[in-house]
């Protein structure tokens, strides 16, 4: 039989939701997985009074853990980061201590998911993962298709809504112009091998993004599967225990707040993209100007690195490669603010959809951010999950894994 799939979990704060984290993965399809948990907080925190009762917290999250060592169909392993090894602040630090732990005891392990303790798995999802990497074996990572689930309350649910929607459509209009990094880096859907961890040096030691950054290295070192018929649905709660994502954006009042941070950007700046990636061949022949050339000479220093990858690089394939790990998941997100700020701010939500919607061929849809059109904003995200569904299956059947571009 194979090595079983690791699973790591962070946890802080988490008596409430671990437990029935861990009863969904008590029901999958397949046993033949570990689970480990690391409940952490900052080092600081431990004898500091006003951080008690997060301790208390914390402490009793790990004596519970204790007492299930058996009572699962699954081997659970338990990571004390509160008193026996405490850690510097930053999700990215507990993560990077939860994985290394993992690689150090099962550094010939088929697969690593990532996820965390208020997400829960579909029945299917560790099988899935494992069919994904067997059929791609030149694949290093794997985007999970995830989806939250709507609070009740009409304001939060829409607070939520209008989030998803904007990283669906970012995802689908990355994917239109064939960008290498089309796709969600989430902590908590994301599964990767073991070598793959190592190669790019582990989880980076981030308070926050540390997902983002560490899919975006494993890009640049191989092939990302972008879909799996399974999901995993994070929590839509409320949280600030990060700077930046789903808990604290669910923490605002103002939904004009996501106006600035998450435009839904024109789909003339994504074609810009587009032509430029076109051109790198050209590019690799003699030195021209592309569509981005502003963004380039103003933010990136201009041509210079792309000069000298053209003498270090001897053929074109090389080259290509090279240009878009220079133009890669971040620049490109700097280069959409760039082209905000010079000329002016995006569309409306809808009017963005329907630009992106109509070069895919699809018919034009209605947006209503407001609470009283919640059910109609649901049926929008859930027809671009579909379209999500459809392009990444696309995507997969012609890619080819044998090459790392």
């Given amino acids: 039989m194979s090595e079983p799939v690791h699973i790591g979990i962070p946890a802080y704060c988490e008596r409430e939701n671990l437990p029935s984290t861990l009863e969904a993965l008590s029901l999958q399809d397949t046993h033949h997985f570990e689970v480990w948990v690391c409940v952490n907080q900052p080092e600081t925190w431990l004898h500091n009074p006003a951080f008690d009762e997060i301790t208390r917290q914390n402490k009793e999250t790990l004596n519970w853990l204790r007492t299930q060592k058996g009572a699962y169909p ?70 999970t ?36 990094y089309a796709y969600l880096a989430i902590g908590s859907a994301m599964a990767f091998r073991p070598e793959s961890y190592k190669r790019v040096g582990g989880m980076p030691r981030r308070r926050a993004g540390e997902d983002f950054y560490f899919m975006q290295q494993l890009r640049k070192t191989g ?9 995993v649905y994070p929590s839509s709660r409320a949280s600030d225990r990060v700077p930046f994502g789903t808990g604290p954006l669910m923490l605002e009042r103002d939904l004009k707040l996501q106006e600035g941070r998450f435009p839904f950007y024109d789909q003339g700046f994504f074609d810009r993209l587009k032509a430029s990636f076109q051109m790198f061949p050209k590019l690799f022949e003699s030195s021209i100007q592309l569509p981005i050339h502003h963004f380039l000479t103003e933010r990136l220093g201009g041509y210079h690195a792309f000069e000298k990858m053209r ?24 280069y959409l603010r760039f082209s905000e700020e010079n000329e002016g701010p995006s569309p409306d939500p809808q009017t963005s959809v329907n630009q992106l919607l109509a070069l895919m061929g699809k018919p034009p849809i209605k947006m209503v951010l407001s609470p009283e059109h919640i059910a109609e904003l649901d049926h929008v995200r859930n027809l671009l999950v579909g379209y999500e569904a459809e392009c990444q299956k696309a995507f997969m059947d012609v890619w080819d894994f044998k090459a790392r571009w």
């Fill in 311 to 334: 003498r270090n690089y001897a053929r074109p394939c090389q080259f290509i490669k090279a240009c878009h790990e220079r133009i890669d998941g971040l620049r490109t997100l700097q």
């Fill in 223 to 231: 092939p990302v599967i972008r879909w799996i018929p399974s999901k």
């Fill in 145 to 180: 298709p995830l989806y939250h689930p709507l609070p009740q309350d009409p304001n939060h649910a829409l607070h939520l809504l209008r989030y998803e929607l904007y990283m669906r459509y970012f995802q689908l209009s990355l994917w239109r112009i064939q960008s290498p």
């Fill in 74 to 143: 699954f081997r659970l392993h338990i990571l004390d980061a509160v008193e026996e090894h405490p850690l510097p602040e930053g999700v990215g630090q507990a993560r990077r201590f939860l994985f290394d732990e993992i690689y150090a005891k099962a550094p010939h392990s088929e697969v690593f998911i990532s996820l965390d303790a208020d997400t829960r798995a579909a029945l299917t999802y560790v099988s899935c993962v494992r069919e994904a990497f067997q059929r791609y074996p030149n694949a290093g990572g794997l985007a």
